[in-house]
């Protein structure tokens, strides 16, 4: 198998640093992630339409990476580029989660993604790492930024809604992000169907070589959709801490609507938990801090309720919203 292949081939080789980001020792054990707010889906804005929430995060992203050891604090869309910039001062990483919004909306989550995405770039060209991670839509998000973000969208027609296995990239032991994967958790990863896919579209490698990113961005994984187009799973930028992953490691441990049979087997569970695992490890590397305790307890999440929006019949199980610009009921 290419797995197989791949390992032994590559196993031995070096990461080359010339002109990598400075990788910092761990030093930080309270992390605290954002995770970038998106705007309500169609289906959710008639299930609240009196409360005409703004924005909204599925619960399951907050759970990964709680279950990593991070704390989460909302980052809400519409605001100004010093908004962005104050708080990412204070936090150690950045979740681009996936959704289904557009990237044409303003002051939406294209925009408040593109204000993140340059700030994490001037963090890091200064010394300070900062990590950004995107899943599914925030993959796409990530490289049409790299892209100029212009009238035509950088990224292609898919349909893949499925559970996949990854096919490694033949030089993937070198990748910042797969080169400490254990062989168990590789193994699962390239021989069984536990990456959950939901996506109609995708990267695919001409999006990197027709807008000269092969330099900066790294494909580490691929998978081939319902009509046998082969799309980029994994990527990494070759010098930032920024990573991304096409596929949904958060659904296999918290998101359980049947009709979606998401991979629930304890493998699917061991290889996803690894992706954001990584990241928290690498939002550690971030000494970024709130200014006191109190100021943390006003930022994070948990000053918002997770409401249940399965019984909704929602694909989410539980999600947070915010600025409401109608009026809030108590149904819950």
């Given at each position: 198998?290419?797995?197989?292949?791949?390992?032994?081939?590559?196993?031995?080789?070096?990461?080359?640093?010339?002109?990598?980001?400075?990788?910092?020792?761990?030093?930080?054990?309270?992390?605290?992630?954002?995770?970038?707010?998106?705007?309500?889906?169609?289906?959710?804005?008639?299930?609240?339409?009196?409360?005409?929430?703004?924005?909204?995060?599925?619960?399951?992203?907050?759970?990964?990476?709680e279950?990593?050891?991070?704390?989460?604090?909302?980052?809400?869309?519409?605001?100004?580029r010093?908004?962005?910039?104050?708080?990412?001062?204070?936090?150690?990483?950045?979740?681009?989660?996936?959704?289904?919004?557009?990237?044409?909306?303003?002051?939406?989550?294209?925009?408040?993604?593109?204000?993140?995405?340059?700030?994490?770039?001037?963090?890091?060209?200064?010394?300070?790492?900062?990590?950004?991670?995107?899943?599914?839509?925030?993959?796409?998000?990530?490289?049409?930024?790299?892209?100029?973000?212009?009238?035509?969208?950088?990224r292609?027609?898919?349909?893949?809604?499925?559970?996949?296995?990854l096919?490694?990239?033949?030089?993937?032991?070198?990748?910042?992000?797969?080169k400490?994967?254990?062989?168990?958790?590789?193994?699962?990863?390239?021989?069984?169907?536990?990456?959950?896919?939901?996506?109609?579209?995708?990267?695919?490698?001409?999006?990197l070589?027709?807008?000269?990113?092969?330099?900066?961005?790294?494909?580490?994984?691929?998978?081939?959709?319902?009509?046998?187009?082969?799309?980029?799973?994994?990527?990494?930028h070759?010098?930032?801490?920024?990573?991304?992953?096409?596929?949904?490691?958060?659904k296999?441990?918290?998101?359980?609507?049947?009709?979606?049979?998401?991979?629930?087997?304890?493998?699917?569970?061991?290889?996803?938990?690894?992706?954001?695992?990584?990241?928290?490890?690498?939002?550690?590397?971030?000494?970024?801090?709130?200014n006191?305790?109190?100021?943390?307890?006003?930022?994070?999440?948990?000053?918002?309720?997770?409401?249940?929006?399965?019984?909704?019949?929602?694909?989410?199980?539980?999600?947070?919203?915010?600025?409401?610009?109608?009026?809030?009921?108590?149904?819950?």
């Amino acid at each position: 198998m290419e797995y197989f292949l791949s390992v032994s081939i590559f196993i031995f080789e070096c990461i080359s640093i010339s002109d990598a980001i400075y990788y910092p020792k761990e030093i930080n054990e309270r992390p605290i992630i954002g995770i970038l707010s998106q705007e309500q889906s169609r289906y959710l804005h008639t299930k609240f339409p009196v409360e005409n929430y703004t924005s909204y995060i599925a619960a399951s992203y907050v759970n990964d990476v709680e279950k990593s050891g991070a704390r989460v604090v909302p980052i809400l869309i519409g605001k100004d580029r010093s908004y962005y910039r104050d708080l990412m001062l204070k936090l150690n990483g950045v979740l681009f989660p996936g959704g289904a919004t557009y990237f044409n909306q303003s002051d939406g989550y294209a925009d408040a993604g593109q204000h993140i995405y340059e700030i994490a770039q001037e963090f890091n060209d200064a010394g300070d790492y900062f990590p950004i991670f995107g899943t599914c839509l925030g993959f796409q998000l990530i490289i049409i930024l790299a892209s100029g973000r212009g009238p035509n969208e950088n990224r292609e027609t898919c349909y893949s809604f499925e559970n996949l296995p990854l096919i490694f990239a033949p030089d993937f032991r070198t990748s910042k992000m797969f080169k400490d994967m254990n062989e168990d958790i590789l193994k699962i990863l390239a021989t069984e169907n536990v990456t959950a896919n939901l996506h109609q579209f995708c990267i695919l490698d001409k999006n990197l070589e027709n807008y000269y990113l092969t330099k900066d961005w790294r494909p580490t994984s691929y998978g081939y959709d319902a009509n046998n187009i082969k799309f980029i799973a994994s990527y990494e930028h070759t010098r930032y801490p920024f990573y991304a992953v096409q596929f949904h490691p958060e659904k296999s441990s918290f998101e359980w609507k049947r009709s979606k049979n998401y991979p629930h087997s304890m493998n699917a569970i061991k290889a996803n938990r690894y992706f954001m695992d990584f990241f928290v490890t690498e939002c550690r590397k971030s000494t970024h801090s709130f200014n006191n305790e109190r100021e943390e307890n006003v930022n994070v999440i948990y000053n918002y309720p997770a409401v249940p929006t399965g019984i909704l019949g929602s694909a989410h199980h539980q999600c947070y919203f915010f600025e409401p610009r109608g009026i809030v009921s108590s149904r819950f």
